[in-house]
């Protein structure tokens, strides 16, 4: 293994990276989440230590003790976020300080040492200059996944005294399987995402796994996502498994829940409201209910219905499922809003459309 000393990194070189040519195959096909990068960056935090043994080396598995923290109670978090190679070659990421603020706020909730912004975002550039050629051409891009879990070893309640926070990467195609075109949502009516109070808005991986069971339901109706509603009433459209909703009305105008603790602040969201500003476009981010949804769908009052993430971008929600009937939105297959934001937050991202937001990150 070649190893060098790189700013506060310690970086060792993997001597079993796959070659060149084994990877160009891999890459023609790389899916979502099953292909990894050569690399893996790490962090440990002690209490009374604090960050320390800052390292980039070789993708490797964790060795855990039984007892360790993260198996028993679940305290670790995670970001999702991208690199893309652009037409002059280099490579840019979209609005990582946006994750690396959120990361730190995601911390704070789940009573965890907060990681400095600033190597939080050296931690990802490290990884991603690394394993730069590992980005697929075209449309495909690298997702990056940051975590952090608590690694003490013991079996009280209460926050760990030791974490673990690590960076690795996996190149990308298509989210769902059908590409593009529009998704078939189920409407969820016996499970919640979240609750107020609760860590509706940290990205930590209890809020997911407290969602699969509602999204297997989804799949056993033929429907790609699931669409939860609020833990109160039962009433209040709040967002998908893993992404945030709009809906685009017959004036102009845009929908779209409400940041209230339950639900996720996406930065795609984000993006996605201050874009469709730009071009003129009203949005809204208020209460909106099933009920709502379905009468506007069925008089035409609501043309378009999207959602977007990190992953999928921007998707256009064609079809809702529920035990009380299905019902469709517009044509079914999306709409101009939809395709004008998702064609403009795609171009910014991968350089080909004016960023004057400055959102792109140059490494």
């Known amino acids: 293994m070649d190893v060098e000393q790189k700013s506060r990194f310690t970086v060792t070189r993997s001597s079993q990276a796959v070659a060149a040519d084994q990877r160009a195959i891999l890459l023609a096909d790389p899916g979502f989440g099953r292909l990894f990068t050569d690399h893996m960056v790490t962090i440990r935090y002690t209490e009374g230590q604090g960050w320390h043994s800052h390292s980039v080396g070789p993708r490797e598995a964790f060795q855990l003790d039984p007892a360790c923290a993260v198996l028993h109670y679940a305290q670790e978090i995670f970001e999702g976020m991208k690199a893309y190679r652009l037409a002059d070659g280099s490579v840019a990421m979209f609005r990582p300080e946006e994750n690396a603020r959120r990361f730190a706020e995601s911390a704070e909730r789940m009573a965890m040492p907060v990681l400095p912004e600033a190597l939080f975002l050296e931690a990802v550039e490290e990884l991603v200059k ?25 079996l009280g309640v209460r926050p760990s005294n030791e974490y673990i926070f690590c960076v690795i990467a996996s190149p990308a195609g298509a989210y769902f399987k059908g590409g593009s075109k529009a998704v078939t949502l189920w409407v969820s009516e016996h499970y919640t995402r979240a609750a107020r109070g609760g860590t509706g808005a940290a990205k930590c991986g209890g809020n997911y796994a407290a969602s699969l069971v509602a999204q297997k339901e989804a799949i056993g109706h033929g429907c790609d996502q699931v669409v939860f509603l609020d833990a109160a009433e039962n009433k209040w459209v709040e967002e998908l498994g893993g992404m945030n909703v709009f809906f685009v009305m017959d004036d102009g105008s845009i929908v779209t829940p409400p940041l209230g603790g339950t639900i996720l602040p996406g930065i ?17 981010e208020e209460p909106y209910s099933f009920a709502q949804w379905r009468a506007d769908a069925a008089s035409g009052t ?21 035990n009380d009937g299905d019902f469709t939105i517009g ?31 140059i490494l």
């Open 130 to 154: 690394i394993d730069a050629d590992w980005i697929p051409q075209g449309e495909g891009s690298l997702y990056l996944r940051p975590f952090m879990f608590a690694s003490e070893t013991f």
């Open 268 to 284: 795609t969201r984000n993006s996605i409201i201050t874009l469709a500003r730009a071009q003129g476009h009203v949005v809204r």
């Open 302 to 322: 609501l043309r378009e219905a999207f959602a977007c993430g990190t992953a999928a971008v921007v998707t256009a929600i064609g079809t809702v499922k529920s």
């Open 331 to 361: 044509n079914g297959d999306g709409g101009m809003v939809t395709e004008k934001l998702r064609a403009e937050l795609t171009g910014i991202q991968r350089g080909t459309v004016a960023d004057p937001a400055n959102w792109v990150r």
